[in-house]
């Protein structure tokens, strides 16, 4: 396989991109497929020797991915060939396999693509970590964040808005406080051209900070340390600059506020459960579209020491990532979804159905879109009563006429939920063709929700959009559609469920 490898340590520019033997799978281990890998600072100390960790040469550094499980370990419980998921490495990401200790690999949910999740572990989880559970951050309280472009910085101003904090952004330059700003920063410091003390005093006051957030060190500690509030908190998260700054203790008895240590790796070790529970905050809040990494460049792997060489130069705001592998297609889609400012379905154009695709690969293109609305489908007893007889289901709810006149609204039978459910096969028949495809098969459902009842007589119809598409290995792909069948007439659906088909 390609990796981009560390044989001697050192900066960047010593590392090779070559053909090195693929990792072997240990009994509680998974192999991975990697599609996208996380750049982070640690991995620009990793391949200096100047990390906590100290991986024996030669290694690939890389420490978070997102990709497709390939194999499975004798004891892996977990997990199974094909399943998407994102992983904590530790180093050996910027490789097209990696092998992952079971318990540091997550399920990736369908609604998240390979680069948003290559993106997400490191940054929103320290972030979040340091914001709630270190600096115990309460709404409307006032947040310094230093080097607040980059990665976990970037990743702290959404999560401190998203907490009702007010938000003052520090950064080295006009550039990188625009993007804080587009993040919802309150106020903004560029701390290359203004004295970062006197600019604090002027927005905090007298009273100070409540919180500061520091992942540089070095020369802005002491002046931000003097700024807090009584009562404040002072969370060390790391030192970009290079420089473990000495801080003159009695400025924290002075203040009477507290310096805490923020370790996440260490926190998701000793607090699995704990760890675990934010994670899925976060992957709800990327789900809704709350929260959104900024990606700085999408980078390949054979380019992937620029990557690192930009983030020790600076160059680097929010977050740089690494594509692996050739899925041109969805890549390119992704990209494209991501420069729309909101996570929701584009409405469809005005094109007729069936929405047709010449190749099952060109479904990508379309992730994030609508695919329109078929025809009304009027549902009669009939129908439900052939439903019941093929499911052995009589409940007097579907099939007694006489009944239903007396005690149900409207005085109409109802269909089934599941009736309703297995009408979606013609749905999709309107909605979809594509061309030069075997089979088109029928592999799950998701969070399906029946929310209103059909009664008999009732017109249905269903609106779908593309929500995911993913490529697999033996050259098939999964099709994840957003449906939700409408009623006529009325407001609520009778369902709405993510629909999976499998694409041969
Ligand atoms: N404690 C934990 O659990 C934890 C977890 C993850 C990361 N970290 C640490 O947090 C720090 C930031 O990580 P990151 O991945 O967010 O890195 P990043 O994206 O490169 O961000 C670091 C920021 O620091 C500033 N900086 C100041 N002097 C710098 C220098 N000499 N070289 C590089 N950057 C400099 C830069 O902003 P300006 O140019 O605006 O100053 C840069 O945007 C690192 O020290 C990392 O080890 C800690």
């Known amino acids: 396989m390609n990796a981009l490898v560390c044989n001697n340590f050192g900066l960047p520019d010593s590392l090779a991109y070559q053909t090195i033997n693929a990792p072997k799978v240990s009994e509680n281990q998974v192999l991975i497929e990697v599609k996208a890998c996380g750049v982070n600072f640690p991995d620009t100390l990793i391949i200096q020797n100047k990390y906590q960790f100290k991986p024996a040469l030669p290694f690939s550094p890389g420490g978070e991915v997102s990709g497709i499980i390939l194999e499975t370990g004798n004891k892996v419980k977990r997990f199974k060939k094909g399943t998407r998921v994102l992983a904590l490495c530790g180093w050996g990401g910027m490789a097209e396999q990696v092998v992952v200790d079971e318990s540091r690999v997550f399920p990736l949910p369908p609604e998240i693509d390979m680069i948003t999740a290559a993106g997400t572990l490191y940054n929103y989880g320290t972030s979040y970590y340091a914001l709630k559970d270190r600096g115990q951050l309460k709404k409307e309280e006032t947040i310094l964040i230093l080097g607040a472009a980059g990665g976990v910085g970037l990743a702290a101003v959404e999560l401190a808005k998203l907490l009702g904090a007010k938000v003052i952004a520090a950064a080295s330059s006009n550039e990188k406080l625009a993007i804080c700003k587009s993040k919802g920063a309150d106020h903004l410091i560029n701390y290359t051209t203004e004295d970062l003390r006197t600019r604090l005093k002027e927005i905090a006051g007298d009273k100070g900070i409540d919180l500061v957030y520091d992942a540089v060190g070095g020369k802005y500690a002491e002046p931000a340390l003097r700024s807090v509030a009584w009562n404040g908190r002072y969370l060390v998260v790391g030192f970009a600059s290079g420089e473990i700054p000495q801080i003159p203790l009695n400025l924290a008895l002075l203040k009477g506020c507290s310096i805490v240590g923020v370790f996440w790796g260490s926190f998701a070790e000793k607090e699995p459960a704990q760890n675990y529970q934010n994670l899925i905050d976060l992957i709800q809040w990327i789900k809704a579209g709350k929260i959104k990494q900024y990606i700085h460049r999408i980078y390949t792997l054979e380019n992937s020491a620029i990557a690192l060489k930009e983030m020790l130069e600076r160059n680097v705001i929010g977050k740089a990532i690494i594509k692996v592998g050739n899925w041109e297609d969805s890549s390119i889609s992704v990209e494209e979804k991501r420069s729309e400012e909101s996570d929701q379905m584009i409405p469809a154009q005005t094109e007729s159905l069936p929405v047709t695709f010449k190749t099952k690969s060109d479904l990508a293109k379309r992730i994030g879109t609508n695919l329109g609305t078929t025809e009304w489908l009027k549902v009669d007893q009939q129908m ?49 063709s594509i061309e030069q495809v075997n089979s088109f098969v029928n592999y799950g459902i998701n969070k399906a929700r029946f929310i209103s009842p059909v009664s008999e007589g009732s017109e249905i119809r269903m609106r779908a959009g593309i929500a995911n598409v993913e490529e697999q290995i033996n050259g098939s792909v999964k099709l994840f559609l957003n449906c939700t069948i409408e009623i006529k007439g009325q407001d609520k659906p009778a369902y709405s469920a993510e629909i999976i088909s499998m694409i041969f």
């Not at 006489?402 to 109409?412: I, S, V």
């Open 384 to 432: 439900i009563n052939q439903f019941a007889e093929t499911t052995r289901d009589f409940q007097w709810v579907h099939i007694d006429t006489e009944k239903a006149k007396k005690y149900l609204p409207g005085g109409k039978t109802m269909a089934h939920g599941y009736l309703t459910l297995s009408l979606a096969s013609q749905f999709f028949y309107q909605l979809i």
